[in-house]
């Protein structure tokens, strides 16, 4: 039987069958194989290693003719843009063909039969697998290395299998083990395996003789020492410097200068400095002591920066960077005039909250200068390590501190502000939870006495003014979530970007390039066709590159004597606008309506449409739709079913039809309880063949009952719609109170309706 797999090309690397290994795959090209094979293949990918590890550019004619069937047990995808992914062995099979793949042109298609086991003799192959393992055990203890294959190989009675774990566990050559692969018979590999086992087992006695002489020569450096302590005594009588000494000392008087209260601490750098003394230059772990004394002496253990506590001072620096944000400012004073009256009250957790580029960063480092506060920014997307945040012991090799420790040494003080960015986007796997790990950290009733695992010793960390940042409060562990102070910051309207640009980013770019608002001048009507035309964001940061581009075009082209960009030269410079109410459908189709959503990048308009033809009475849908959103369809289809008679729909419809909803800007996953009175409106649009305007839109949760429910993110959802053109929103009566959130210019230009009961929205709509 003939089949075909997608191939992944390994180097310097082989896979045997029942054997696993971790990759960290940073070609794109390989990555993409992983991808399709978990799309389309179950997982299961072709794994062919190269004959000549040398080559570059290999052809078909330099890959082997038998290679191993795969599965892909795991994939991660990391923050530096690598794969990690875990790969099985299946088994072996022969290649027949190789082509292009029919989607993925660069992409090899790989057709193979798999390969049979041939007949053998039973008990040579038992005598064989008893020897091997007899052999295994005497190599492992002779060697010195870790048993866990034994207790992989104990119980396995199958020579096929035993050959291929035990090769995979031996540190013989590429092309031997290539050799293995490719033969099929058990016996055969096991007879080469006797000999090959044989060959390390007598290779691992002679290394361990060698040192055992090794060991025996150690009594004659400790004599070497003693003569050397001695020398010592002898140069410091005749005058003369010892490097070593003079750093034992310098580590000493900066102890003394540290005036560190904690006497634990005092005493393990002091018993650390007194192991490099009596060390021998020669002995591998002194560059670890060395490394650890240089983390403890130069960590900020009381060292504390003066805060400002001149409140119209600290406002005065806030306006002065940021526009607005009111509420993330008022927290910020009301925190220095606490710490005004009682000097140890305790930092608030800050967590902003909100769409990329409305600046979350840039506010934190704000705060930190208003403050005199040093600042660290900690990223923490896609971490799934916890130790990077509490560092690793220093038992392993290349041992450090955590991003927190790391971060105040850096700072210097032990009262910076420490941002820890993009938090809801943490990953938990099999290797730890960080955001357990981060409780920790923020916990004013634990961070007290924080130890990384590296310093080992309790660090305070009360004195710290955290905050931090994520795109979406949904995604934020709820553990996590009820410590924190939740900020938002929402999109800003046209009128604040705009006012935003001529306060604070015009001013920034004359000044990075030299030039005045003589030089060239934006005016507001220009602005705004820029945001609108050439920008599609929450915030400002694809404004100011923009905005830059434009600038650096005209120094370029040296024109900067009182230049006025206007429309024409907009197009000259940036080309045909880019965005243009892209969410907008046309006109005139029954079956369509706009949900409104937030996304990472604010708020926006979501088209629904419906389809129906005819079926059974099944409802298909597509567009990256989740479970909760599943559901509403479910809630909204028994709510028409059930009201059938009032919305004039025959039975018919829903029993003859099959029905198929999708929601435009597929590539983008939806969830979340809001859609409910768009997709009813949607189906009774569709069954009642009667168009909605769309320059309507709408957001609420329907219930079975006919109730809208309240929703999030309204102002969010709002500032959207007004960015792409909606005039009339339907929003839940529930969501009244935070209209008055909702800027007074987005206010003028729409009109908003608050419904109880969806039969609101139907007389408005459809009678």
Known sequence: MKNSLPVLLLKNLLLLPNQEVKLELSNELSQNVVFLSCEEYKNELIVLSLKDQMEEKPEVSDLPDIAVVAKVKSKIELPNGNLRVTLRGLFRARVTRLSNHKKQKDILDCFYEKMSIPPYDQIEALALLRKITELLKEYVNNEGVSNSILNIVKDIKDLNKLTDLVVAFLPISFARKLLYVEEMNPVIRGRELLSDLNLELQVAKLEKHIEEKFQNGLEESQKEFILKEKLREIQEELGETNFKQEEVEHYRKSLDDLQIQNEKVVLKIKNEIKKLELMNEASPEISSIRNYLDWMINLPWEKESTDETDLEVIQKKLDKTHYGLKRAKEKIIEYIAAKNRNENVNAPILCFIGPSGVGKTTLAKSIADSLNKAFYKISVGGLNDSAILTGYRRTYLGSSPGKIIEGLKKCGTKNPVLLIDEVDKMVKDYKGDPSSTLLDILDKEQNQNFVDHYIEEEFDLSHVFFILTANRKDDIPLELLDRLEIIELFSYTLEEKVW?????????????????????????????????????????????????????????????????????????????????????????????????????????????????????????????????????????????????????????????????????????????????????????????NKVVNSTIAMTGEITLLGFVKKVGGLKEKLIGAYHDGIKTIFIPKENHNDLIEIPKEVLDKLKIIEVEKYAEIYQELFQ
């Open 500 to 688: 935003i640009t001529k306060k604070y980013l015009l001013p920034r770019i004359y000044a990075e390039h030299k030039l005045t608002i003589k030089n060239i001048r934006f005016s507001d009507a220009s602005l705004k066709e820029i945001i609108t035309c050439y920008t599609n964001e929450a915030g400002v940061r694809d404004l100011y590159r923009v905005l830059t581009n434009i600038v650096r075009k005209c120094i370029v082209k040296n024109v900067l004597e009182n230049v006025k960009v206007n429309h024409e030269m907009l197009l000259t410079l940036l080309g045909p606008s880019k965005y243009e109410n892209l969410s907008l459908i046309e006109k005139g189709y029954p079956g369509i309506t706009n949900a409104l959503a937030v996304t990472s990048r604010g708020g926006m308009v979501l088209p629904i449409e419906c389809c129906f033809y005819e079926g059974s009475g099944k409802i298909n849908s597509t567009g990256s739709i989740e479970k909760t959103m599943e559901e509403s369809i479910h809630v909204a289809i028994s709510y028409i079913m059930s009201h059938k008679e009032e919305f004039k729909i025959n039975d018919y419809f829903f029993k003859t039809k099959d029905i198929h909803i999708h929601m435009l800007e597929a590539d983008m996953k939806k969830d979340g309880p809001s859609a409910g009175v768009s997709i009813t409106t949607a189906l009774i649009s569709l069954a009642t």
